[in-house]
């Protein structure tokens, strides 16, 4: 079946120790983001590729890193720089005019807990 | 001002009851909204579209008023299934090409 899967569903960390979360999608999208969601908060973009060897910074991307080597893999990097990494991560894609019918495509996140 | 605002409840309804709960958006020039549910600890997933002429689906129903900067999602002879956080989204403005999320309203259930 397509679609989005993040890995892992559960990770802690350490303090000062930088993680990678893993998001990979099967549905031949090009725009793939990531999201930060707080307990009782919306979600906040941290980063977005719109295509292939290219991304941008969401709102809140300081202490975080991203790569898009391949349409399929869009990882994310939780360096020790960010203060507060603490919170669920959301994965997500869309097609090319995704956004003006609203439709992101979302992994079932993974939940992050610094020790 | 936020650019999507929406008042966090929880709304605590009793089963069959009708609910509604509105999210107020800044943008002036937005046409289109997005209504999203989201249960807990899972991902959140499109629920409706809301244009200027409204939508309906079912026992949901979502509004969009223009003049005064709010949409508004109501539901019909709840179900205890429909327990969840109901984001509020607005659409891609100017200043960027994203959607932007609503910090959720709490919707609780109950028999």
Known sequence: DGGITQSPKYLFRKEGQNVTLSCEQNLNHDAMYWYRQDPGQGLRLIYYSQIVNDFQKGDIAEGYSVSREKKESFPLTVTSAQKNPTAFYLCASSNPGGLDTGELFFGEGSRLTVL | ?111
């Open chain 2, 1 to 111: 001002r936020k650019e999507v605002e929406q008042d966090p409840g929880p709304f605590n309804v009793p089963e069959g009851a009708t609910v509604a709960f509105n999210c107020t958006y800044s943008n002036s020039a937005s046409q289109s909204f997005f209504w999203y549910r989201q249960d807990c600890r899972k991902e959140p997933k499109l629920l409706m579209s809301v244009y200027s002429s409204g939508n309906e689906d079912g026992r949901f129903t979502a509004q969009l008023n223009r003049a005064s900067q709010y949409i508004s999602l109501l539901i019909r002879d709840s179900k205890l299934s429909d327990s969840a956080t109901y984001l509020c989204v607005a659409p891609p403005n100017n200043a960027g090409n994203m959607l932007t999320f609503g910090g959720g309203t709490r919707l609780m259930v109950k028999p």
